[in-house]
């Protein structure tokens, strides 16, 4: 079934998972990984109500309560959203892409203020990794923040390097209408 999940052939993985199910007593783990197959088929119905019952089960569950929080956002349902993300770092708060969602469900329901702290705080927590700066970054480039978009990508880069982000930069360079630095930029990346 995990193989099945990493190759995003879902219904699958649900066939063993269900079979598990059958044979065993179903654990939170279980009913967590049955949500998420059939959140990756988009039935985000059948999804939420196993991640409820995986969180029924296990209480202290980050993960679920963290695919909860994306499938009330993929459905606009936004203030559930938050409160399940708020859940999920509640619980586990070393986690960057629970900053990460929770900082995109503020973004889509205008809150910039509050978009930008939970990206900060995703950065915060995986400094490491670009994928976080970039989101930052492009945020940033979004709402026309030009400058502050540069110092999340130099900081970045600082911080993650990668070729991810130095491309990032060249895209601030376009934003900016610095065409001949994006060019350079361009040239050596």
Not at 13 to 19: R, S, V
Not at 72 to 97: T, V
Request: proline share 1%; aromatic share 14%; net charge neutral.
């Amino acid at each position: 079934a995990e193989s099945y999940i990493e190759l995003g052939r879902y219904n699958e993985a649900l066939g063993h998972l269900n079979e598990a199910a059958e044979l065993f007593q179903p654990d939170a783990h279980l009913l967590m990984r049955i949500g998420y197959c059939y959140q990756g088929l988009k039935d985000y119905q059948m999804a939420q109500t196993y991640y409820i019952k995986s969180t029924t089960m296990k209480q202290k569950n980050s993960e679920a309560f963290f695919h909860l929080g994306e499938c009330f956002g993929l459905q606009n349902q936004w203030n559930s959203a938050i409160a399940a993300f708020k859940r999920a770092i509640s619980i586990d708060p070393r986690k960057e892409e629970y900053y990460a969602g929770l900082a995109e469900t503020y973004y889509k329901m205008s809150n910039l203020d509050l978009a930008s702290i939970y990206f900060s705080k995703a950065v915060d927590t995986a400094a490491e990794t670009a994928k976080y700066w970039i989101q930052f970054a492009s945020f940033l480039l979004e709402i026309k923040k030009y400058d502050e978009a540069m110092a999340v990508i130099n900081e970045g880069i600082v911080n993650a390097g990668g070729t991810e982000l130095l491309y990032c930069k060249i895209a601030c360079y376009f934003f900016q209408n610095k065409r001949k630095k994006a060019l350079t930029s361009l040239n050596n990346a």
